[in-house]
């Protein structure tokens, strides 16, 4: 298991997913905090593969932890950032 599959599950997240949805972090009151997508080209701006990060209030953030809007995707390699930090 990757490390940051260990942290996030360490924390008490659960993966989760259907047959045909993306593989969700889900945490002990029911937040989806981190969806891992794969992108689709039917969603304009989506296109590419990203990350849904939100903090326990269930609100959409960015890498910083700020709250973004839906507009606002993050791409990124999973490897290369930390979420222990700014997902708390």
């Known amino acids: ?31 989806e905090r981190l969806v891992i997508k794969r992108g689709s080209s039917r969603t304009p701006g989506s296109e590419n593969p990203h990350v849904e990060v939100r903090n326990k209030d269930a609100q959409r953030i960015d890498p910083f932890g700020n709250k973004s809007s ?5 791409t990124m390699c999973l490897s290369s950032w930390t979420y222990r930090e700014s997902i708390r």
């Open 1 to 31: 298991m990757p490390w940051q599959a260990r942290t996030l599950e360490s924390q008490g997240w659960t993966l989760k997913q259907t047959a045909a949805g993306p593989p969700k972090y889900i945490d002990n009151n029911g937040v």
């Open 70 to 74: 839906k507009g606002i995707r993050v």
